[in-house]
């Protein structure tokens, strides 16, 4: 009998967790559009400057061998969906693979907050967004 209580406990927790999961991994994109194919593009909240106050304050690149990567760019791809949300988190050109500078990009871009999403013909949509990063470390 108790074990069969904390199952009961434990199971609508595990369903609601795994639904939170989902939302993460599961795409509300039917079809994916450029940024210069929709009417009304994407904005982050306040526009451009406070993104690159976002990407400037979020940012976390780890501090070995900075002297050989100070000026390189790391290009980074994600999906903005209908609700604004990011998607597909990728990067598309790295630096020698250096998986740190990746994740630290990587995280970044996974922690911005809901974006303006585009609209095309009267509709929300999801749109390619592809961001440029320079190392730059203090």
Known sequence: MKA???LLFILP????FCQANAKDSISVCDT??????????P???GGESELMKFIAKNIKFPQTD???YIGSKIY?????????GIEDVRIIKSINEKASYNKAITNMVQSMPNWKPAIHKGNLV?????LPITICLK
């Open 66 to 68: 900075k002297d050989d």
């Open 43 to 45: 904005e982050y909240p």
């Open 13 to 16: 927790s595990l369903k609601s």
């Open 4 to 6: 069969t209580l904390i």
């Open 32 to 41: 994916i559009y450029s940024y210069f194919a929709v009417e009304t593009k």
């Open 76 to 84: 980074v791809s994600f999906i903005i969906n209908k609700d604004g």
């Open 126 to 130: 999801c749109v390619q967004y592809s």
